[in-house]
């Protein structure tokens, strides 16, 4: 089955303001998938592949981010080209 996962800047924002004013965590699924049989929301999706979506406000990544994925992988192509687990050991590029 195709998917369409799309993350919802608005319902972000409005989960961030809400809880800014109330003082109580906000935090309403913003993961809309669209497929042929309909529209879900959601908070985390798990990829039968490995890689998992998932929205969780209380523990934001230091970037703010409080929506990310998280996917296991041999290789990945980046810009074109293939890159390995060896790329991500020594490159100058790789921000930590």
């Known amino acids: 089955m195709k998917a369409q996962v799309y993350i919802n800047r608005h319902i972000v924002a409005a989960n961030k303001k809400a809880t800014k004013e109330t003082g109580v965590e ?5 993961i809309t998938i669209n ?6 929301y959601a908070k985390e ?3 039968t ?6 929205q969780d406000a209380t523990n934001a990544r230091c ?6 994925a998280e996917a296991e992988f041999e290789s ?9 687990r060896a790329v991500f050991e020594k490159s100058p590029h790789l921000i930590n």
């Open 26 to 30: 906000v935090d309403n699924p913003a």
């Open 45 to 47: 999706i798990e990829f």
């Open 76 to 84: 990945l192509v980046l810009d074109g080209v293939k890159a390995d």
């Open 63 to 68: 970037s703010g981010a409080t929506i990310w």
């Open 35 to 40: 497929t042929y049989r309909g529209v879900m």
């Open 49 to 54: 592949c490995g890689c998992r979506l998932i």
